[in-house]
């Protein structure tokens, strides 16, 4: 089936840095992203659509300028976390749609804010 | 706005043991209903849907029927293995537009041999 991975797996930062998370389709194109953030015991809250070539649509209460979303190409969104504080630290989680319209998800970033 | 209501686990069960999550949703319009499975280090992976009422998705041997008229879509499988042991998460779509997923909680599952 198709694979999406995520870079990296987890990452630990100090408040005040900023962090990249990577999503990649990898054996397909996928014209639309989702970013989503889970936190523990508590189901997948989505933060924005990503479009490739276009600006990300973001949720009702998420933040654009803390949660910058780039879609930069048909295989790749990048989640950038700004000023990361501990209120950050979660667990955030991409998708892929292909051209079906089936959303596949990648493993997660585990996110920790000192 | 749409939601999704799924039972709280942790869920316990012994092999071979009859299963059954519940799962039930508000939403406007005719959404499209989902499981996904997380198991451990893995990403959610679906395992079943149904688009419209009275639909059942299957896979597994995992079976859910949209039920329009209780707004359900309970999941259960008749003998589940330790191999069935992960996250369990309700889902729907509203099938406008960029076709957001909404979820429920999770629910973990641990199946003992």
């Known amino acids: 089936g198709a694979v999406v991975s995520q870079h990296p797996s987890w990452v630990i930062c100090k408040s005040g840095t900023s962090v990249k998370i990577e999503c990649r389709s990898l054996d397909f194109q996928a014209t639309t992203m989702f970013w989503y953030r889970q936190f523990p015991k508590q189901s997948l809250m989505l933060m924005a659509t990503s479009n490739e070539g276009s600006k990300a649509t973001y949720e009702q209460g998420v933040e654009k300028d803390k949660f910058l979303i780039n879609h930069a190409s048909l295989t790749l969104s990048t989640l950038t976390v700004t000023s990361a504080h501990p209120e950050d630290s979660s667990f955030y989680i991409c998708s892929a749609r292909d051209v079906g319209e089936r959303q596949f998800f990648g493993p997660g970033t585990r996110l920790t804010v000192l | 706005g749409n939601s999704v209501t799924q039972m709280e686990g942790p869920v316990t069960l012994s092999e071979e043991a009859f299963l059954t999550i519940n799962c039930t949703y508000t939403?406007?319009?005719?959404?499209?209903l989902f499981w996904y499975v997380q198991y451990p280090g893995e990403g959610l992976q679906l395992l079943l849907k149904?688009?419209?009422?009275?639909d059942k998705g299957s896979n597994k041997g995992f079976e859910a029927t949209y039920r329009k008229e209780t707004t359900s879509f309970h999941l259960e499988k008749g003998s589940v293995q330790v191999s069935d042991s992960a996250v369990y998460f309700c889902?729907?779509?509203?099938?406008?537009?960029?076709?957001?997923?909404?979820f429920g909680q999770g629910t973990r599952l641990t199946i003992n041999p």
């Open positions: 149904a688009t419209k009422a009275d």
């Open positions: 889902a729907l779509s509203d099938n406008r537009g960029a076709q957001k997923l909404v």
């Open positions: 939403a406007t319009g005719y959404p499209s």
